[in-house]
């Protein structure tokens, strides 16, 4: 036990103290369950804690490796073991390293088509802050590969003497950064967090030039790495499993650009604009700016420099820089049935905007299941989120959009919610759709998320317990005064059936807060419901100071008492933070 002096008034100090962490009433309870039994503890992780044969043996092989507090003694094997005290049992539980909330390996099927997976999306990769006037750099392109993001969006435009290629957010003050830079630190860091497939998408604003130059760079910078399909068109995509290590590129085959560019601008001249949003149109409306974020768009004078008669332009240019491309992609044109359309010999990418998902889901929400159940789906932030925060990922992950592109330094609620989604599998970036998803019925029928769903699983949680903010903060970091007064906010984040927030009362004046309050949630899909976790200090003439925060999976949650780190707003893991929890489903 320790004690904390705190200065008030200027003259006075006042002493408190901190009692070290006790075990709560359960872990002492389970302790005496088996504290005779020398195997004890194999049964205990199999059987309380639910752990498979095979991550019983490997748990309790990290266990052998010694460790402080004694706990290698739990895991000996011979009937003449010691019996564990409660303290070595105690560290165990509370241990993150040995005891995790969820698995750390990948564990489900990575050999079904691409389109099956949820994958950890980027949007405008390189930009270090608002989509304004912030700079362009490699730097958050390498952050966001090693916080294990496996889709990279660049923005290509020519530099000003129009001999090379630029990366930057067009139309803006944003600065550039030469492309040649990104692929140098994209190839470095591509598989520094994962092993599986890295997507590139190239949102193009080139002349056919500098496309031929941009192919050359693409193949010399990543060699055997780069993914180069089969000229044939693909009626699947490829599984992760066939691509482990491998670089792919998605984009718009040239001429297929051009000739969107044709149609659009044949329709701008038809006078019929006002009319295209009452007929379902998704076509962009530059007085709505939420409808669009300003990418796949060539201005008036790209189209006109480039030479789309040319028939080198069609044998060479467009040859070299498309057969790169292993994911054809493409925005709405015509109207929304039409732009979702199933093609059964051609798989393809579509982009639509949050705005323009949202509209999709009202009026064709089983369209776009149907749609994303072979092909994908990429979502990306409306134009006007200028300060790079993000949207609700929710409407996307329930109607199969595979790709749901995120502000990565956006640190707002929402970012936490993705970091916290792909935490699963192993974070490898890749998490397999629910099976909901890509059933479809004898008539055709597919899964609704706005059908009143009944209770498919019941999720109780109970926090015990938080610890370390003594290892990781300083005494006043929360109250200049006297020690914390923490509580924690417990919650689901899912479809708006499961979507609740809870919290335990207010441990006042507490470096180790000891709330052993359980909640219940009612589940209709668990498959996406993610747990919300976060530690706050209550301050009653001010904001409350955050302390801590996580995004758990509500399906990979491990059963039994469980050791959970915290993370920072930005979803870094604390180095010592951690609650005492417990999972259990019915």
């Not at 750099?137 to 990279?152: E, N, Y």
């Amino acid at each position: 036990m320790g004690s904390y002096a705190y200065k008030y008034c200027m003259c006075f100090t006042r002493k408190f103290r901190s009692p070290d962490a006790q075990p709560p009433p359960d872990v002492r309870a389970a302790h005496l369950s088996f504290a005779s039994d020398a195997h004890a503890l194999r049964r205990f992780v199999a059987g309380v804690q639910g752990e498979s044969p095979a991550d019983v043996d490997r748990i309790l092989a990290m266990l052998s490796g010694g460790h402080s507090h004694g706990i290698a003694r739990l895991v000996t094997r011979s009937p003449a073991a010691s019996t564990p005290t409660l303290e070595d049992f105690f560290a165990f539980l509370f241990s993150p390293d040995l005891n995790p909330p969820i698995a750390h390996q990948v564990h489900q099927d990575m050999s079904a088509p691409f389109s099956h997976y949820f994958v950890f999306t980027g949007h405008s990769s390189y930009l270090t802050g608002n989509q304004l006037n912030s700079d362009s750099s490699d730097v958050p392109i390498v952050k966001a590969l090693q916080g294990g993001v496996r889709v990279i969006e660049l923005d290509m435009w020519p530099n000003p003497s129009k001999d090379n290629v630029d990366i930057l957010h067009g139309g803006t003050l944003t600065a550039p950064v030469e492309m040649i830079k990104c692929l140098k630190s994209i190839k470095e860091y591509a598989f520094c967090a994962s092993n599986y497939p890295l997507v590139i998408t190239l949102e193009d604003h080139l002349t056919p030039d500098l496309q031929a130059k941009v192919a050359t760079m693409l193949t010399e910078t990543f060699g055997d790495l780069l993914f180069v399909p089969n000229p044939d068109p693909m009626k699947e995509f490829p599984s992760p499993a066939s691509l482990m290590k491998r670089i792919i590129i998605s984009t718009k085959p040239p001429q297929e650009y051009k000739e969107f560019l044709k149609a659009e601008n044949n329709r701008s001249g038809s006078g019929n604009i006002a009319e295209l949003p009452d007929q379902g149109s998704l076509r962009r409306i530059d007085s709505n700016a939420d409808e669009s974020d300003g990418k796949d768009e060539l201005d008036e004078q790209d189209e006109e420099d480039s030479d789309e008669d040319d028939p080198k332009f069609q044998q060479d240019t467009a040859c070299e820089y498309r057969k790169l491309i292993t994911i054809q992609a493409g925005k709405p044109k015509g109207h929304l049935r039409d732009a979702l359309k199933v093609d059964p010999d051609k798989v393809r990418r579509l982009s639509l905007s949050e705005t323009q998902l949202a509209k999709a889901t009202i009026s064709h929400g089983a369209e776009v299941i149907r749609f994303t159940q072979k092909n994908i789906l990429r979502v990306y932030p409306k134009g006007t989120r200028v300060n790079s925060s993000n949207y609700d990922p929710m409407n996307a992950w329930t109607h199969g959009a595979q790709m749901v592109a995120f502000n990565m330094q956006g640190h707002d609620k929402a970012l936490r919610l993705m970091q916290g989604f792909f935490r699963a599998n192993g974070g490898c970036g890749y998490v397999k759709k629910p099976d909901f998803l890509l059933r479809t019925g004898p008539n055709g029928e597919v899964f609704d998320p706005k059908a009143s769903l009944s209770v498919k699983k019941t999720l109780k949680v109970k926090v015990y317990m938080g610890d370390r903010w003594r290892m990781d903060f300083s005494k006043t970091h929360f109250d200049a005064f006297s020690p914390p007064d923490f509580y924690t906010k417990v919650g689901i984040a899912g479809v708006k059936a499961d979507s609740v927030m809870k919290k335990t009362r207010v441990i006042e004046d507490q470096w180790v807060p000891m709330w052993d309050e359980e909640f219940t949630f009612l589940l209709t899909v668990p498959e996406l419901a993610l747990l919300r976790v976060e530690v706050q200090e209550y301050d009653m003439s001010e904001k409350h100071d955050f302390g801590g925060q996580t995004v758990l999976p509500v399906w990979e949650l491990k059963q039994g008492i469980r050791a959970v780190p915290l993370h920072d707003r930005k979803g870094v893991r604390y180095k010592s933070v951690r609650l005492l929890m417990r999972f259990d489903f019915v």
